[in-house]
């Protein structure tokens, strides 16, 4: 039944009830029938869910390899393999183990106890045991534990914002809405559990309990799988496609070395140093220090990470789906207009401004000792101002003391209040502009249209728009009857309200336009209002961009609706489920989402999104724990740094995947090759993993690489895009290549000219090689002598120490026994250094000639050819 059509008696009728409320028996009945007034228990992660990290395909091969360099005796590798699965396992379990912490936040909001009527007495009982039907008594500061329907108010008022993100206070009313569909913020007979009343008091009926209430469907949409973020996903494909390369490489190899006669365990350890060596075992340990970085910075500015993966997935955002109130804006009601009635007088206020006099004394806000102001938001705006224009209220009120007041009530939708004055009674009244119009006196009338015209193009703006009226009675009456004192009125004026834009959104706004990032706002404000802040921000500023309110949408179908998102800028009136299908319609779509949001109405689409902001300062616990990141200044700017942050992030992962597997490309394919062409290993099992660990260590100083200038200039990546698109799978294939091939050329060269130290030369020149790799790839474009050596001082730390570890190999006794290897005379060095270059140079080269011709040509190897072929 959609209780807010029905009238309070057919609510008691379908719900068995009175306003005596359920006798003892018949609420034991119905918790039984009904459960508990609680949320379903969140399910914990187990500490045996260990066992699942270890289901990944490059986490079984690497769990292979070390199982076979066990056998074969190889204790160093063995070890080494572990301790990086285990460390990555430990870590995928403790994401997985904090997600179910979102559900027990939710359990909080209901642990209250609870005013009921049980056969007309009233009784304090344990919220859980509420039930549909019971009769409940609210008043201020009262947290709501059920759903309820009112059938009496007395000036109540309701704190929704967790529920519907309305800023603004809800007058709540008893009266049946009109036949028709309407957001949670608009349903004025209920309320609904975990939102608070901050005014007023009220009796209720239980509508709704546990998992039927709004907040359990909330909870319902919460029990919803982790999404992967891009890098998860382009990583999880790149694991089954090296797994199934290195399966059949390895199995070629051995098969072939055992046929050609080679020892089994010496050629088995040499097949297992290549699966090592191809397999990019370092990539979670470098994927984890540079989130890991990014984290730490985003801590210094503002924003705290709460899952390590959200950093690199704000560099792919395509749409950031951002709530208005406190992100996009101050969060701080202010009275922006006023439009004071030119022909209005009225003597007993003497020199006195009429409309900020009004605004002084018409109003409960105060001004408290420690300069913050109490009240409503909308009244503190009101107050605020005239206090600012030299109209204190203390100051107004020992001129024009207060004898009565009429609050303000739904129904009336105004305020009144009485003052004494030398000539009289002053009847002050505050309401909606149409209210007060129709309450003014007959020779007032003839001001009608213009001050229509000047409300409603307030309102058209989207202002929230009060107007002001007032009479002298000659004394107080005996009764304040409000069908008395708010009639024969005269207009003072018109006060225009609204929640500004922060000062520095609309530049992230526009940022986020450079870069290629969509900003949309969704909001349970009103459409004008929500319009009009769009508007100011540059959030709507093309003509095809459209405005759909929560109403709207609940008629489109999914495919009407896929139709439209992309072009759907801002979003008004929504409730928690059209948050999800909004992020699900743009994720259909193959679009990368970050959304914001601070109420509980807004953890679903947290949880849901690729990336979940919540607001550190005025978020809720539910919404923090939903979320990947926290805003800790509450500001939309912040997010605009994040995602350049998380481009820094991304793009560096990518230099190392550049990095890494193209040196194992060059490595794999000399070993692979050497066979075939007549010529023995190039390098020995104890060396490949000698050279693996080195530019593993290299690799990891790529994590400290600054932003590329252009990061915020361009447009995201596409999130359906492969790992290997733009160029990167070429760039592989081609510089792994040229490694390759130099490493068996130097070889036959150095065989053929007899001598001795071929190997060393090879094992020295295949590092060597890899370290120029290393540091041409810092940038896709800009060239290592633009950069500088010192604009990544880890990275050349690394380098020094690398080169300085494989030259106590080559001439310390005890390390050339263990790595069978021998000092290399100055000439030796002389050509392993020069041909270890050329990969170096290769690189620079490719770099120069794609900046001349300003086509992204990905490899050095297909230079020579037309530009347009090589860029396909």
């Known amino acids: 039944m959609e209780y807010y059509l029905a009238s309070v008696a057919e609510v008691a009728h379908v719900l ?11 609420a034991r009945q119905r918790l039984a029938e009904y459960g508990p007034n609680q949320l379903p228990d969140p399910q914990q992660k187990a500490w045996w869910q260990l066992l699942r990290q270890f289901t990944d395909v490059m986490i079984l ?28 396992a430990l870590m995928g379990f403790g994401q997985e183990y904090r997600a179910g912490k979102a559900m027990s936040a939710l359990q909080q909001l209901a642990v209250q106890p609870a005013q009921v009527l049980r056969g007309g007495q009233p009784r304090t009982v344990n919220a859980t045991d509420l039930v549909p039907g019971d009769t409940v008594l609210l008043e201020a500061g009262d947290v709501i534990s059920a759903d309820v329907r009112f059938l009496e108010v007395h000036a109540l008022q309701v704190d929704e914002s967790s529920l519907t993100g309305e800023s603004a206070n809800v007058a709540k009313n008893t009266a049946p809405l009109p036949a028709g569909e309407y957001p949670l913020g608009d349903r004025l007979n209920l309320s609904y559990k975990g939102t608070s009343v901050t005014n007023g008091r009220a009796t209720a009926y239980v509508v709704a309990t546990g998992p039927q209430t709004e907040l359990g469907k909330i909870a319902a949409l919460l029990q919803t799988a982790e999404t992967l973020t891009p890098l998860q996903q382009r990583l999880a494909t790149l694991s089954k496609a090296l797994s199934a390369a290195i399966l059949v490489i390895c199995v070629l190899f051995f098969g072939t070395g055992w046929l050609r006669g080679e020892p089994l365990l010496p050629w088995l350890l040499v097949s297992v140093s290549l699966a090592v060596a191809a397999i990019p075992e370092a990539l979670p340990a470098l994927v984890s220090i540079t989130l890991a970085l990014g984290a730490r910075w985003l801590s210094q500015n503002h924003a705290l990470v709460r899952k390590l993966p ?46 900020l006099t009004a605004m002084a004394l018409n109003t409960d806000a105060s001004h408290g000792p420690d300069d913050q102001w109490l009240g409503d938001s909308t009244e503190v705006a009101l107050a605020r101002y005239a206090a600012e224009k030299a109209y204190p209220r203390p100051v107004l009120e020992a001129r024009f003391p207060r004898l009565a007041e009429l609050p303000f009530d739904a129904e ?88 500004p834009p922060r000062p520095e959104a609309t530049q992230a706004v526009a940022e986020c336009r450079a870069a290629g990032i969509i900003p949309v706002m969704i909001t349970g404000d009103h459409a004008l209002t929500a319009q009009a802040v769009a508007r100011q921000l540059g959030i709507l500023a093309a003509a095809d961009e459209l405005v759909l309110t929560g109403p709207e949408l609940a008629k489109l179908t999914e495919p009407a609706f896929g139709a439209l998102v992309e072009k759907v800028r801002v979003y008004a009136r929504m409730d928690p489920a059209q948050k999800v299908r909004i992020v699900r319609a743009l994720q259909a779509r193959h679009q ?34 939903a979320a990947d990141m926290l805003l800790l200044d509450d500001d ?116 053929r000219s007899g001598l001795a130290h071929w190997q060393s030369m090879v094992f020295t020149m295949l590092l060597f090689s890899q370290l120029g790799l290393g540091l041409a790839v810092r940038s896709r474009w800009v060239s290592l002598f633009s950069l500088g050596l010192l604009s990544n001082k880890p990275l050349l730390g690394a380098l020094l120490l690398s080169v300085g570890l494989q030259l106590l190999l080559l001439y310390v006794p005890f390390f050339n026994h263990l790595f069978h290897t021998q000092p290399l005379s100055w000439g030796e060095m002389g050509i392993t250094v020069a041909v270890s270059s050329l990969v170096f140079w290769a690189v620079e080269g490719q770099k120069l000639f794609s900046r001349w011709r300003a086509v992204p040509l990905p490899v050095p190897a297909l230079q020579f050819m037309p530009a347009a072929l090589a860029s396909t």
């Open 636 to 751: 939309f700017a912040t997010i605009v740094q994040a995602v350049q942050r998380g481009r820094r992030v991304y793009d560096n992962i990518l230099k190392f995947i550049r990095y890494i597997l193209s040196g194992s490309v060059g490595e794999i394919g000399a070993v692979f090759l050497a066979p075939y062409l007549g010529l023995p290993l190039p390098v020995l099992a104890i060396q490949i993993l000698w050279i693996n660990l080195v530019t593993d260590g290299l690799s990891l100083a790529l994590a400290y690489e600054p932003a590329e200038a252009n990061s915020m200039r361009r447009p995201p990546l596409n999130p359906q895009q492969s790992i290997f698109a733009a160029g990167l799978g070429w760039f592989i294939l081609g510089a792994g290549l040229l490694l390759g091939s130099l490493t068996l050329g130097l070889q036959a060269w150095a065989m």
């Open 592 to 625: 990368c989402v970050a959304m914001t949001g601070d109420g509980v109405n807004d953890a679903p689409a947290l949880k849901q999104a690729d990336i979940g902001i919540a607001m550190g300062r005025s978020g809720t616990e539910v919404a923090k724990e």
């Open 310 to 355: 959200a950093v690199e997935t704000l560099g792919s955002v395509t749409y950031i789906c951002t709530d208005k109130t406190g992100t996009l804006t101050l969060n701080k009601m202010t009275t922006q207009q006023v439009y004071a009635n030119p022909a209005f007088t009225l003597p007993a206020l003497g020199d006195a401004d009429a409309l």
């Open 61 to 88: 091969v690497l769990l292979a390899a070390a199982g076979i360099a066990a056998v074969v005796g190889d204790a160093q590798s063995t070890y080494v393999i572990l301790a990086i699965v285990g460390l990555n």
């Open 412 to 499: 009336r939708k105004c305020m009144t209040t009485l003052h004494q004055t030398p000539q009289g009674i002053l009847v002050l009244t505050k309401g909606a502009p149409g209210v007060l119009f129709a309450q003014l006196a007959a020779d007032q009338k003839g001001q009608l249209p213009d001050l229509e015209q000047h409300a409603n193009a307030q309102a058209a703006l989207g202002f929230r728009v009060l107007a002001y009226a007032a009479k002298l009675l000659p004394a107080l009456p005996t009764q304040l009857d409000a069908a008395r004192l708010e009639t024969g009125l005269a207009c003072i004026g018109l006060a225009s309200l609204i929640d």
């Open 16 to 26: 068995r009830t009175t306003p005596a409320g359920l006798d003892a028996a018949t």
